[in-house]
T-cell receptor, first 111, second 113 residues
Framework: NAGVTQTPKFRILKIGQSMTLQCTQDMNHNYMYWYRQDPGMGLKLIYYSVGAGITDKGEVPNGYNVSRSTTEDFPLRLELAAPSQTSVYFC??????????FGSGTQLSVL | AQSVAQPEDQVNVAEGNPLTVKCTYSVSGNPYLFWYVQYPNRGLQFLLKYITGDNLVKGSYGFEAEFNKSQTSFHLKKPSALVSDSALYFCAVRADSNYQLIWGAGTKLIIKP
């Protein structure tokens, strides 16, 4: 199993641009999460999904959108990028909400 | 409201000595408690969890954690530290009524030879 795969690993955006962060897992997990990690801070939940076709907002959803059309994929869309969205983004999945497997992260800079 | 506090930004321990990384929490209802470890430029890895049962939970890499309900704490421990234990450690909690984990800010553990 490849586990949780995130692409790209690094990206620089200009203010106002849009992009999609890709996340794929091959473990048939129902639960998937998107987090952002800012320096010196814990993880903040952006969106999560408990199964295909079901998504819900986390703590910090503004400026982001997600979709979950398949069990494997959970892309995160940034519309109109802002400097405040500069962060490291982690996707995670789990067979339950108790144990999560994380991808290696996407480092995003908005300039 | 749910919250997690890791009161120490950094913990320094000599190799071979016991280590403790502290975590306290606040949650409505029964807590589900977790420890994860993050190595440089990597995603987080699950170490251990407490849901119910024995207050002392054993996890990966020789780590264990003790749940203390009266002190609302879930400190991470290891009897003998290794240099390879140096990493960032995160405590997390969720209530039994939802799917969202609330994360502490992390504690940087440095083990010196």
């Amino acid at each position: 199993n490849a586990g949780v795969t995130q692409t790209p690993k690094f990206r620089i955006l200009k203010i106002g641009q849009s992009m999609t962060l890709q996340c794929t897992q091959d473990m048939n997990h129902n639960y998937m999460y998107w987090y952002r990690q800012d320096p010196g801070m814990g993880l903040k939940l952006i969106y999560y999904s408990v199964g295909a076709g079901i998504t819900d907002k986390g703590e910090v959803p503004n400026g982001y959108n997600v979709s979950r059309s398949t069990t494997e994929d959970f892309p995160l869309r940034l519309e109109l990028a802002a400097p405040s969205q500069t962060s490291v983004y982690f996707c995670a999945s789990g067979p339950t909400a108790e144990k999560l497997f994380f991808g290696s992260g996407t480092q995003l800079s908005v300039l | 409201a749910q919250s997690v506090a890791q009161p120490e930004d950094q913990v320094n321990v000599a190799e071979g000595n016991p280590l403790t990384v502290k975590c306290t929490y606040s949650v409505s209802g029964n807590p589900y408690l977790f420890w994860y470890v993050q190595y440089p430029n990597r995603g987080l890895q699950f170490l251990l969890k407490y849901i119910t049962g024995d207050n002392l939970v054993k996890g990966s890499y020789g780590f264990e954690a003790e749940f203390n309900k009266s002190q609302t704490s879930f400190h991470l421990k290891k009897p003998s530290a290794l240099v390879s234990d140096s990493a960032l450690y995160f405590c997390a909690v969720r209530a039994d009524s939802n799917y969202q984990l609330i994360w502490g800010a992390g504690t940087k553990l440095i083990i010196k030879p």
